[in-house]
């Protein structure tokens, strides 16, 4: 999902707010309750002694939250992330003070999400790039054949421990040298880049994209014309090696190792037939699984120790304050050297604000988090070293993914298709011990946005209808979303049979 800044959650709890005027909410039919002032009170003012907003107008789709305290900051317009244009990027926002779990299933129901304490909607008939609610059914998920190399190549890493491909000298320098900065309580970041499955996308614009794959285009010809010419030059040389002294072409390794066993079998009395049978069978090559929970299963053994755990972080528990200086200083690397951040720009109050503070309100024991509801960190540990950090949030149906972030040292093993597959296992797991949880949520999809696409490649994936809040397979809307970027996936049926066509 594309997160909501860290520094519209800290404008909001100071009291200033990023978003039109009320002339457009009236127009638009909100109307207006106290909520909207109390988005524009102080700090201080803004404690549990609110009540619980229970607002009936529009904004809200008329729902009924029990015990959740929200108030509304109004609609906002931002720079947009994705398409890169100004003033284009158009939400509806609620600052959470406290959320029930339940309440939160019901609002991501409907299109909402959270970033921090910050919930928000997206209008998708005015935004620049449409967000619709992405979530996979993991009771019918099946593995891909990008999935399968994902998970065999960290499982070769596992067990045979081959070195990770790590940083170039240059970025190993830049990198030191922002660690040697001391970090200060800076402003917050202005925006803070989308990541799940993405890592060879960046957030270059689609002209820059453009310039950099000629340049690689016309740089992988002229290795191609280098080679071509080293080949022709040598190709004498290649057929003179394939032939042997006496003038005969040598015979492939391959075939001689059949002839010799064809040999011993026949000197061991059996019959042609006989050892073409055997030689059929020894051919039948083992199938290899398809399921997720056998390749998840051969992570225990092997040179190095992959560790998963789970640790809840509001409130913060004590697994988590023990390790949060190494998950910040991970989060703070991956931020600079995969999407480009700005040292001053990733300080520790935007992270906690952003992946750590949360308003859900906690459920169950903190001794056992994986039979709980509220905000965890997956994190991921090789050989007692932080590598990955999964954010997620348990709730009643689902497990809700909010961001991802890694060691960029091991980019090569594709940790954010690897993370994301990890969830769907741990979400398979706590449907044995509640089957109400069936569903893994991946943020928003959007299909305007190319590099956002790869979130439909998880199935069965299903979008919600922003109209009418039900779900579709994601086959079945991306010829909508082929012709226009916005659009309801709901059909009506005629008492014919017929479909209705709606706009």
């Not at 030689?279 to 992570?299: A, G, I």
Request: aromatic content about 10%.
């Amino acid at each position: 999902m594309k997160p909501c800044h860290p520094k519209k959650i800290g404008h909001l709890l100071h009291g200033r707010r990023n978003s039109v005027d009320n002339k457009d909410d009236q127009e638009d039919g909100a109307g207006l309750c106290d909520c909207t002032q109390r988005a524009q009170v102080d700090t201080s003012q803004v404690d549990k002694s609110y009540r619980s907003y229970r607002c009936s107008h529009r904004f809200m789709e008329e729902l009924t939250l029990s015990g959740s305290q929200l108030v509304r900051t109004g609609k906002s317009v931002d720079h947009c992330g994705y398409c890169k244009t100004d003033a284009s990027s158009i939400c509806e926002g609620m600052l959470a003070l406290s959320l029930n779990v339940m309440d939160y299933q019901n609002l991501i129901d409907h299109g909402w999400r959270r970033s921090g304490r910050y919930v928000y909607k997206p209008i998708n008939k005015k935004t620049c790039c449409p967000m619709y609610t992405i979530r996979c059914e993991i009771s019918s998920f099946h593995l891909s054949k990008s999935h399968k190399k994902v998970l065999r190549n960290m499982n070769k890493y596992l067990l045979k421990g081959k070195p990770v491909q790590s940083l170039s000298e240059t970025k190993r320098k830049e990198w030191n040298k922002y660690l040697a900065n001391p970090i200060g309580e800076l402003p917050a970041p202005h925006s803070m880049s989308d990541f799940y499955d993405n890592e060879d996308a960046s957030s270059r614009s689609p002209a820059e994209h453009n310039e950099r794959g000629k340049s690689r285009v016309n740089a992988e010809r002229r290795k191609t014309d280098s080679l071509s010419e080293e080949f022709s030059s040598r190709k004498g040389s290649f057929v003179d090696s394939a032939v042997s002294n006496d003038g005969t072409h040598r015979k492939k390794a391959k075939v001689i190792r059949h002839e010799n066993k064809v040999n011993k079998l026949l000197s061991q009395g059996y019959s042609e037939k006989e050892i073409h049978e055997r030689l059929k069978t020894s051919k039948v090559v083992p199938q290899v699984s398809s399921n997720l929970e056998d390749y998840m299963s051969k992570l225990e053994s092997g040179t190095n120790k992959l560790l998963i755990k789970l640790v809840r972080t509001s409130p913060k528990s004590k697994e988590y304050r023990e390790t949060e200086r190494e998950s910040f200083q991970l989060y703070r690397k991956y931020q600079i050297v995969i999407h480009g951040d700005e040292p001053n720009e990733v300080t520790k109050s935007g992270f906690v604000g952003f992946l750590v503070d949360s308003p859900l309100e906690p459920v169950g024991s903190e001794n056992d988090p994986s039979s709980s509801y509220g905000s965890f960190h997956q994190q991921y540990w090789i050989n007692g070293t932080l590598i990955a950090v999964g954010v997620i949030d348990i709730l009643p149906y689902c497990v809700s993914s909010v961001y991802f972030y890694y060691d960029p040292d091991f980019k090569v093993l594709s940790l954010g298709t690897y993370g994301a597959l990890s969830e769907i296992f741990f979400t398979k797991n706590l449907k044995l011990a509640n089957p109400m949880i069936q569903f893994y949520y991946m943020g928003y999809y959007i299909h305007s946005c190319p590099k956002m696409r790869y979130k439909g490649s998880f199935p069965p994936s299903f979008l919600l209808c922003p109209e009418n809040y039900t779900w579709h397979p994601i086959e079945r809307c991306l010829p909508k979303l082929d012709l226009s970027k916005y659009s309801r996936f709901h059909e009506e049926i005629r008492a014919d049979g017929s479909e209705l066509i709606r706009g």
